[in-house]
């Protein structure tokens, strides 16, 4: 193993990201010093420009801003509390009702914002004072909150899956975005069946019976904002379009619904909501380019190859070697963001599982899995922050009551490692993958 | 000393051997002087950064093909014309004489040089029904490469040309939101377009290459012997690779017929090569050394 | 400001082109040959100068512990460290390294397979940007000693996490 460039990168990485340096600066720099070993000044700066642009040139990338812009759309057209209402209507009658009902409002919502955050802080925002009204431990509902907002992520469509396949080389999207329904929606299931217990025994209480026309409203009311996922996913599925132009067909349905059908957006406010995208975008966007950079670089050094082949050298069982990828990226979630986490470690790990005979798509769950529990951990964790935040409660609060939502993601995500049919079965059945 | 040859082919692909065939070459006529490590699945980039980073000299070696070298040095234009070849020999010959030679060479400037050509077989139609003349393509969406020449040819022969990428193109075909595409017979069975257009009509319209390449830098470091040493070790793997090439295209044909279903239409060429024959003198207008190359490939054909 | 008006439009524009390639192909019956290609290459644009815009908003996702946790001359030095370490990756890579990608696909006449643009044209948006983002670099440097305020200090209170999260 080739110690020397392995210590350039990361320890170029690590000191520019703990002196604070934005980590796509970071991550451009460390590949930069670790061409340096390999070919003149003037090549380096040369192929490190070529690849923070050329990294950037891709059809399948354009679907990130589109679809981040689609959901701040949304988010500004007061979908959040339609499908918050609907989601009573399926919840009312559980015990801990409220509790139910913001899991699957935000499975919703985060499946249609394609953002954990978005989701804690619009869903949490309406839900945590109806809770506390209720007689709720604000803490218990702020980790309900916090836990069930990364849904999101994996119910497509979602950003994540796009990165991980511009990452891979091109990863079938339509294949990761159907793989992540069932660890998704399963995700979501275990957390209500634990929050339902917790309810259960405080006897929070089941929501008032909801007469037949308000049902019929309110889903009613539901349906428009759910068909963009009918639309989209319906879309790709089908075949009738690619990802990317069910992002910009995404867009226009968003337009059309809240500033034509809804009117709650007046076509002033626009330009600020296309500026504002365009600014969360081109924090990923950068991060993308320069981490294409960076895994150029590693390849170049053959690292993906020396880890890979340390980490078969620790053991040759893949169960073993799975469980050791786990750790490690549970690690590294708790103190890094989503995105650089799968940016600069699917290029390290997926070799190795794809020695092991894993999927790309089912690797890709797995990560996304992983990395959703990451951003719900102390000391990181934009989730966490979130959701505490709109739900009025300090990060030490919280912790106690989210032990047992841990426990119970951790629990699937090895279930998820082990069992790919929970994620190659729909693709397999849908797509013929 | 190592190069660095980097492509975008998978590890079992028939280009990658080749490219291993002619490494293994070349180490055993150097007695080990010349290594050249291949980077296999575009890890080192896609075809258009090599070339970039072959210009200045970051990488050693690349393959592409001659549709997308067009882009870098137009001498590739002349192979990638419709009905330039007039059999698989003539073909052949125009890539091993001093054709293929001169075009070759022609980028030296350009940062960098050609060293061997791959052949990849005659492209076709396919669709989910026979194309027998261009009367039959009339109003058919056609998937093509995003190349002018290809876009062009397609016009001519009176389809709708739509830009699809490779990856999504299966789901394409079988959802109808293109009705028909061009490759290789290869196509049918490796990405497993037979299971989705049964008619492979052979009008074997483009002739395409790959083409292995070394930046000029790099060429210019080498000592006399390794540079002859790389010349025999490419030219050697030309012909290992068109054995390897036939025998793969044989086989798919049979696989695609037997497993697949696919029918295979013998066509008449003779309305596709006069529709398409304006692109000819179209290309001969534009260059003087493309008109050239032109005319002494026409000339080989006799 | 100008970098916000034109990222706007493009932004605006790179959606309208994607829906063209939609509508052309299923309504029209004549696919757009063009907008995949016109679509990656604006992008390219709209990322890069994005990227320099957000770096003035401070915007940019950045581990901020050691500003916060140290205090009077360390602090100093600090944000210095960090304010060099993005001006040395905007200058050398992005504008020095930029400039020959763009002067070398310009010399050698690369040019793009369907709108056939040069290259170099496309690449320039990387020392643009980097030229922005060594502008911002100094107005930082200066705010810095003037007001004590770091790099990553944004206005308000900061956003929270990853823009995917
Ligand atoms: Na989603
Ligand atoms: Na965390």
């Given at each position: 193993?080739?110690?020397q ?16 340096v ?12 670790t ?42 057209g007061?979908i959040a ?10 919840a ?5 009702a ?5 899991v ?17 802080a619009?869903v949490g ?7 506390k ?14 836990a ?5 992520l ?11 396949s ?44 909801p ?22 996913m ?19 349905y ?24 365009a ?9 993308i ?10 390849a170049?050094?053959?690292?993906p ?38 940016l ?14 894993m ?75 | ?26 180490e ?12 296999a ?17 970051s ?20 192979l ?22 001169d ?11 050609g ?15 026979a ?6 393509l ?20 009176g ?25 290789n ?21 483009t ?32 012909d ?11 086989e798919?044909?049979e ?36 008109a ?11 | 400001m ?26 029209l ?6 907008t ?49 370490a ?8 992005m504008?020095?390294?930029g ?56 206005e308000?209170t900061?956003?929270v ?5």
């Amino acid at each position: 193993m080739d110690i020397q460039s392995v210590l350039v990168l990361f320890g170029t990485f690590a000191f520019l990201m703990i002196l604070g340096v934005p980590i796509a600066f970071a991550i451009g720099l460390a590949a930069f010093a670790t061409f340096l070993l390999f070919m003149s000044f003037d090549q380096s700066v040369y192929i490190v420009a070529q690849q923070v642009a050329s990294g950037l040139d891709s059809f399948t990338l354009l679907a990130i801003p589109f679809f981040i812009l689609a959901g701040n759309i949304m988010n500004r057209g007061g979908i959040a509390m339609r499908l918050i209402e609907f989601a009573k209507v399926l919840a009312g009658r559980l015990p801990g009702a409220l509790a139910h009902c913001n899991v699957i409002a935000n499975m919703m919502f985060g499946s249609i914002s394609g953002s954990a955050v978005a989701s804690a802080a619009a869903v949490g925002g309406v839900m945590s004072p109806l809770q506390k009204k209720e007689g709720y431990d604000p803490a218990f509902s702020a980790a309900v909150n916090i836990a069930s907002c990364p849904t999101g992520l994996l119910i497509p469509p979602s950003a994540t899956f796009i990165v991980y396949s511009l990452i891979t080389n091109g990863t079938s999207i339509a294949a990761l975005f159907v793989a992540g329904y069932i660890p998704g929606i399963l995700m979501g299931l275990s957390l209500m069946v634990v929050a339902g217990i917790i309810a259960k025994r405080r006897g929070y209480p089941v929501a008032e019976r909801p007469s037949g026309q308000e049902v019929i409203a309110k889903t009613l009311d539901a349906m428009l904002p759910l068909g963009l996922i009918v639309i989209v996913m319906g879309g790709i599925i089908g075949g009738i379009f690619t990802a990317t132009e069910a992002s910009a067909v995404a867009v226009v349905y968003t337009l059309f619904l809240s500033v034509i059908w809804y009117r709650e957006i007046s076509p002033r406010e626009l330009p600020g909501i296309i500026l504002e995208s365009a600014v969360t975008t081109s924090i990923v966007l950068l991060m993308i380019g320069c981490s294409i950079a960076m895994s150029k670089a590693m390849a170049f050094a053959d690292i993906p190859y020396s880890i890979s082949d340390t980490l078969l050298s620790l053991s040759e069982n893949p169960l073993v070697l799975l469980l050791i990828i786990n750790l490690a990226l549970l690690v590294v979630g708790t103190f890094m963001d989503m995105t650089p986490a799968l940016l600069i470690f699917t290029p390290i790990f997926l070799p190795v599982v794809e020695d092991l005979g894993m999927d790309p798509v089912h690797f890709g769950v797995v990560m996304t899995f992983n990395l959703c529990i990451g951003i719900c951990t102390p000391p990181v964790g934009s989730a966490l922050f979130v959701g505490c935040s709109v739900g009025g409660v300090k990060i030490g609060q919280v912790l106690r009551p989210m032990l047992g939502f841990y426990a119970v993601l951790v629990a699937l995500l090895l279930l998820v490692t082990y069992v790919p049919a929970l994620s190659l079965f729909l693709p397999r059945v849908l797509l013929g993958y | 000393k190592t190069l660095r040859l980097n492509h975008n082919n998978p590890e079992d692909h028939p280009l990658h051997k080749s490219m291993q065939f002619m490494a293994e070459r070349v180490e055993e006529l150097t007695d080990g002087d010349l290594k050249i490590r291949i980077y296999a699945n575009a890890q080192l980039g896609t075809q258009r950064e090599s070339m970039e980073l072959m210009q200045n000299g970051s990488l050693d070696m690349a393959r592409s093909n001659a549709s997308e070298l067009e882009a870098f040095e137009e001498s590739y234009g002349a192979l990638n014309l419709p009905y330039i070849f007039v059999s698989a020999d003539h073909y052949y010959d125009v890539l091993t004489n001093d054709i293929g030679a001169d075009i070759l060479a022609s980028s030296e400037d350009k940062g960098f040089i050609g060293l061997a050509y791959y052949i990849e077989g005659a492209r076709s139609f396919y669709a989910n029904k026979a194309i027998h003349s261009p009367a039959d393509l009339k109003g058919m969406k056609i998937r093509v490469q995003p190349s002018p020449s290809a876009i062009r040819m397609v016009e001519l022969l009176g389809a709708n040309p739509t830009p699809i990428a490779w990856g999504e193109l299966y789901s394409a075909l079988q959802q109808g939101v293109v009705d028909g595409a061009e490759n290789n017979p290869i196509a049918l069975t490796s990405a497993r377009h037979g299971e989705v257009s049964k008619f492979y009509s052979d009008d074997g319209h483009t002739m395409i290459p790959s083409v292995v390449m070394i930046s000029t830098s790099s060429w210019n470091d080498l000592t006399d012997e390794q540079k002859e040493a790389m010349r025999t070790a490419a030219r050697e793997s030309m012909d290992f690779h068109r054995e390897q090439w036939d025998a793969m295209s044989a086989e798919a044909v049979e696989t695609a017929k037997s497993e697949l279903g696919v029918e295979f239409v013998e066509v008449e060429k003779g309305p596709f090569i006069e529709a398409v024959l304006p692109m000819h003198e179209e290309a001969a207008a534009k260059s003087p050394v493309v008109a050239d190359l032109i005319k002494r490939i026409k000339a080989a054909a006799q | 400001m100008v970098l916000r008006l034109v990222i706007t439009i493009a932004f605006a524009v790179l959606v309208a082109c994607v829906v063209w390639q939609v509508v052309s192909r299923y309504v029209l019956q004549s696919p757009s040959t063009v907008t995949d290609e016109m679509a990656r290459f604006l992008f390219i644009w709209v990322a890069l100068l994005g990227g320099a815009y957000t770096f003035g908003q401070r915007r940019h996702l950045a581990i901020d512990l050691l500003p916060v946790i140290t205090t009077g001359i360390l602090r100093l030095l600090v944000n210095i460290g960090i304010i060099a370490a993005i001006a040395l990756f905007a200058g050398v890579v992005m504008v020095y390294g930029g400039l020959d990608l763009v002067s070398r696909t310009l010399e050698t006449q690369q040019v793009s397979p369907a709108l056939r643009l040069p290259m170099g044209l496309v690449y320039i948006a990387i020392p643009f940007s980097g030229l922005c983002i060594l502008y911002y670099c100094l107005t930082f440097l200066a705010d810095l000693f003037r007001t004590g305020r770091g790099p990553n200090e944004q206005e308000g209170t900061a956003s929270v996490g990853g823009p995917l999260d």
